[in-house]
């Protein structure tokens, strides 16, 4: 069941709650044992191996081939499901802080996308922070782009979780600024970071509640991926951007992660410059919860919300 989300006392239009379940409660509650001893504790180069491990344990979905490739110059794996449609493809920005992750370590939970929206997913690696600092990982997502979007009678959709959520907002506001630019027929995220300067009220309201992250933690990663740039440019944090003239949208989020008002914000403000967007807000839930398919009820669901929005767009 789901609701509008409530602001101030005021139903959102933008929003809608989806209630947590005795099973996912039980699966965060044993999660929050789990992680309690390493909250906050994944930060710089270091973290990479960890974190990849983390992600690499992602349950594979059935029916997805992997492929690497080099698109725009940026390497990447291609996650093709059978029967995939023709003319279609999603471009997926991974996640990782701006400093972890790759597209090998993630293409199983880019596969559960593909495979349930029936539509081949390309995972650029774009460059990493500290070695690549802003902007070098959007640049990379704009190089894949351009690449794709050059290719005659193919519909391009965008994708990304955390880190690569807030490079797909960015590369969305950069492609609205261009008139002449083609433009993806719609764009999902999980999580994204819209606010470098780390301003939204959830760190401190879901301090507690958030299993994996503190303020100090954010600090110096994003210190890490801006190396002295400006934490309130509106390229680098999309959520101070212009954001009429974006593709419909759709933001999800757990309401127990501390980037809850990163997504809440951002759709706030996209809603109110006309932008067909809606955030879906997971009661419960944390960072990443997607990532948790086969475990969290809530994770296959918000899986089947993302490949369905995108799916249809993409027709």
């Known amino acids: 069941m789901t609701s509008s989300f409530t602001i101030a006392g005021q139903r959102a239009a933008w929003s809608r709650t989806h209630a947590l379940t005795e099973a996912d409660a039980a699966a965060m509650a044993a999660l929050r044992q789990l992680t309690a001893p390493h909250k906050g504790r994944l930060r710089g180069a270091a973290a990479r191996a960890p974190f990849d491990d983390i992600m690499s344990r992602v349950a594979a979905p059935d029916g997805v081939a992997y492929a690497e490739d080099r698109i725009g110059g940026v390497s990447g794996w291609w996650c093709r499901p059978d029967g995939a449609r023709s003319g279609a493809a999603i471009i997926h920005l991974h996640g990782g802080w701006f400093s972890w992750g790759s597209a090998l370590t993630f293409r199983h939970l880019v596969g559960q996308i593909a495979q349930r929206a029936q539509v081949a997913a390309f995972i650029p690696d774009y460059r990493l922070a500290p070695e690549h600092p802003y902007p070098a990982g959007l640049m990379d997502a704009l190089a894949v782009w351009r690449d794709l979007a050059g290719r005659p009678g193919l519909r391009l959709a965008l994708s990304g979780d955390s880190a690569g959520g807030a490079l797909a907002l960015s590369l969305l506001a950069l ?10 027929v719609a764009a999902a995220v999980l999580s994204p970071v819209t606010d470098l300067t780390l301003g939204g009220a959830s760190w401190r309201t879901r301090a507690d509640a958030d299993p994996y992250f503190v303020v100090e933690q954010g600090r110096h990663q994003v210190r890490d991926y801006l190396n002295g740039h400006d934490a309130a440019d509106p390229q680098a944090s999309p959520l101070f951007g212009a954001l009429a003239g974006l593709p419909p949208l759709r933001v999800h ?14 759709v706030e403000r996209a809603a109110a410059a006309g932008v067909d967007a809606l955030a879906e807000v997971w009661m419960g839930m944390p960072h990443g919860f997607a990532s948790g398919v086969g475990r969290f009820n809530a994770a296959g ?15």
């Open 253 to 266: 989020v757990g309401d127990d992660e501390v980037l809850l008002d990163d997504a809440l914000r951002y």
């Open 175 to 184: 492609l609205a600024a261009d008139v002449d630019a083609p433009q993806p």
């Open 301 to 315: 669901l918000a899986l089947d919300a993302i490949a369905g929005f995108l799916a249809e767009r993409l027709l």
